[in-house]
């Protein structure tokens, strides 16, 4: 089992960047994928990026080359780094740990991108 916790999200104006933390409550080496979803209002849940024990990263097509996924082992933590923010890029950011075979998430953390 893992507890998640996200922080970060906030309103940013378009083209600004942000940095979403998602603190979790075991090391991350004994995590199989540490990754992030979103969210955005009558959408479905969509992949943003996701990490492997490994380092293999997997980004949604609509973030790559715009954000990018890391981890601070020391600390358990992850982070996605998210620059040249569009309007469409409001959405409420789930962080999500697989354990094989189960899935976990986080409470959320709201990005709004607005003028």
């Known amino acids: 089992q893992v507890q998640l916790v996200e922080s970060g999200g906030g309103l940013v104006q378009p083209g600004g960047s942000l940095r979403l933390s998602c603190a979790a409550s075991?090391?991350?080496?004994?995590?199989?994928?540490v990754g992030w979803y979103r969210q955005a209002p009558g959408k479905q849940r969509e992949l943003v990026a996701t990490?492997?024990?490994?380092?293999?990263?997997n980004y949604g097509d609509s973030v790559k080359g715009r954000f990018t996924i890391s981890r601070e082992f020391t600390k358990n933590i992850v982070y996605l780094q998210m620059n040249s923010l569009k309007f469409e890029d409001t959405a409420v950011y789930y962080c999500?740990?697989?354990?094989?075979?189960?899935?976990?998430w986080g409470q959320g953390t709201q990005v709004t991108v607005s003028s």
């Open positions: 075991r090391s991350l080496f004994s995590i199989d994928v």
């Open positions: 990490i492997a024990t490994g380092g293999s990263t």
């Open positions: 999500n740990a697989v354990i094989v075979p189960k899935t976990y």
